[in-house]
């Protein structure tokens, strides 16, 4: 009895990844420069690390720490799950697991309950962040803007796979459009904000000079 429930098991899991492989990632052109973004974010936000570190320890070797480390491993992140896409791979196997236990009819309230935990997390971050931005937000203000809105975005990607999404907003290319234009905003304002702290700091050295 064991050996069948593990073999359906198998099954389930490769019919699964089979699905999560033909579906994964958004692999029209919206998605690929999207995807392009995060990576040349990340870069940025690099860069703009290491150069901030550097400039508060002169002499030393570049270290990379701080609010820049926070927020391109936030774009890492977020850039992988855009062609990976994880998330769907998740729901795929919490509806087989509620069909195999026998809960499917009430997979909405854990789906739910998923969502509020992350929401949750997301503002206990939130405010942890905020106390640590103290006398810091005419320097990281704006890229702290742009994650908040990268956040907004996972949130409401996570309550549209939940069937939590806004009833007004019934076509799913308004949805699309809508969360793409929020998560490239975020992106493009974070990248900004990284390119922008590059021009203070060489402002700065021709002052001195």
Known sequence: MCAEKDEELELSLRVLTQIWKASAGDKNAAGWVITISY???FILCLAAGIVDYKRKNPGRSARFRGPWLVIAALL?????NKQLDLQTLFLLLG?????????YNRRYYVQALFVMI??????????YA?????GRWKKYGLPFFGAVFLVVFVLARAASMNHL????????RIRYLIRSGVELAGILIISFS???SFRVKSLKKKHRL
Do not use: P
């Not at 905020?130 to 103290?134: G, P």
């Open 194 to 196: 990284a390119l922008q």
């Open 39 to 41: 990576a040349i974010g």
């Open 95 to 103: 509806k087989s697991m509620a069909l195999k236990e026998g809960w």
């Open 165 to 172: 999404s806004m009833r007004l907003v019934y076509s799913y």
């Open 118 to 127: 992350l929401v949750a997390i997301c503002i206990l971050l939130f405010i």
């Open 130 to 134: 905020i106390r640590r931005m103290r």
């Open 76 to 80: 890492l992140l977020l850039g992988i």
